[in-house]
């Protein structure tokens, strides 16, 4: 365990004043109730019960400056229980952050403002994860305390030494995602996360007790963590715990007895509370029973100077924390910046770039999970960013590269993480990791699994992060493990989902140039789906053109002299469908362009003439993907032939699947030439 002066840094000793912490706590209850009631909408209930453990906490344990909210050795705060989301705004305002006006926190829940009904990453400094899905900013905090511990290991004590704090209720560890979160951090020894239980007892419905009866604190000592239980509103107390939980060699859960709306002398303790304003009667009440004499959103002076103090604590550690970075070297330090800032090693491009042209001087047949590790093995020992992992699949996802040390409780420099079978909390730990900064995260499953991912994966697309999902077996060439296992919608549903960039390598060749559009993407997530199954190389031209970023060009130009009668779109293994229907159309004298469609979303990104130019105009458009049709008729129109899957596949061998399905060339040569013959009639 690390004991450095930087790590202890601001465990303030001596006595509380109690009388001082009263007034600082019940600042944060006025102004969560009184915003709620101003909103009209919105959830008092936290804030007011969690206000004594929020208090303590800022006041004396977290290391922060509130005039370098990005200082990258900051302790980190997750409200995961996102729907108090009035108390960080609170804090955040108290504490003198520059983007929480007062006028922000009076504009509670309304357009364009910095406070959202739950809080939004990259809306105000400060907001270190969007959280409200319960239970996933549980598992972004064990994904930041993941990304401490293997930069401290990096860069060392000097430069990466910091705490990671989570306010989690009921709800949270309620849902599933708690379990493979706390399992993983109490596996991986993460003694710098601590959690605060907000053990109020209460959820929407009422008592927690109409729906569960687990024994938290026997839960997550059963996965080797610390555990103990306080008075949630005795501020010695919630100190004690945190000190004891900062000097422990396993994560720990502080269970915080508390009062739901505590100081609602009517409405306290009850579900009623949590998610609806008091009411004036009520908010008057509890102004009466919190001794609270101010107008709402006013705090007095030297309410507001005590709190903005608690701000200042952190200066002072973070100028220190300049020094010692400015004292490792430029080398080092330098790196560090690189990694912070996210930025790419330059030599990558070159790298890929020559890698790429190796591939076309000698093209190799692979499935493209097979293609992928190839990748990595020329981005991993260039980009020590990097963070690899798989749930429990790594030798069929293909993620671990041979240069990647194993990340364990032991070796926390390791850069390949064994998430085990814990497909949500991977997704949601890799969002973590991302969110930490200083790591690129990549992990991998099935791509059916992504169903199991998927609220993470969504909150990826929401914040902008660069978190990349390796996802194999992407379709019915998965074979005999059968219809459980093969996906079907997942392109369309993926697709669906804003700001997700989706791609569908073909070959080896382009699958080096998804893994570079994927790791250049800085500010959006990409699902790479790729085949479990060995595809034959589509392409050999040497360009230095990243194609697959265009998300869609052409493979085949069809008739030179003019127009052509069909096109073909496809992606992944059914491209190869598509040329060999292109043989036998061009052989019969049918003019017709195959399209390579890698990302739907990176095409609709291209300039109009340049998807105009490969949407082209020929009367026969065909798309060929073996999953529904949902989202190709952009590309084919609504009467265009689709060959791909309308139900559930099955098992057996591959090759049988694609015949039983009919995604074979012969198919689409039938459809094209029956439509033919249809407009030949029709004419
Ligand atoms: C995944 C998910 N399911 C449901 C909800 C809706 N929801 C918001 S808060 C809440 C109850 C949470 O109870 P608890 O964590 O105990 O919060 P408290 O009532 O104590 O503030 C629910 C069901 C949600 N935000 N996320
Ligand atoms: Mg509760």
Redesign the pocket.
Known sequence: MNTSTAAKGLAAPGKIDLARHKEMANALRALSMDAVEKAKSG?P??PM?AADVATVLFTRFLRFDPQAPKWPDRDRFVLS????SMLLYSLLYLLGYEDMTLAEIENFRQLGSRTPG?PEYGHAAGIETTT?????GFANAVGMAIAERHLNARFGDDVVNHRTYVL????????GISEEALTLAGHLKLNRLIVLF?D?G???DGP?TLADSTNQLARFAASGWSISRIDGHDPDAISAALETAQASDRPSLIACRTV?GFGAPHKQGT?CV??APLGAEEVAAARAELGWKYEPFDVPTHIRDAWRLAGLRGCKERKAWEARLDAVGNGTKGEFERAIAGDLPHALEDNLLDYRKSLCENPPALATRAASQNVLDVINPLVAETVGGSADLTGSNNTRTKDMGVLTAEDYGGRYIHYGVREHAMAAVMNGLALHGGVIPYGGTFLVFTDYCR?AIRLSALMGLRVIYVMTHDSIGLGEDGPTHQPVEHLASLRAMPGLIVMRPCDALETAECWQAAIEQRSKPTVLALSRQKLAPVRSRFSKVNYARRGAYELESGNPDGHSQVVIFATGSEVQVALAAHRTLTDEGIATRVVAVPSMELFAAQPDDYRKLVLGEEPVRVAIEAGVRMGWDPFIGTDGIFIGMSGFGASAPAPALFEYFGITPEAAVEAVTARLAGHGEED
Not at 132 to 136: M, R, T, Y
Not at 168 to 175: A, K, R
């Open positions: 959830h209930g936290l019960g229980a996102g729907h108090g739950h409200g899905p319960l239970g996933q989690v209720g009921d709800g949270c560890l309620m849902e907000d109020n209460i959820s929407i927690v739901i579900a949590h998610g609220p």
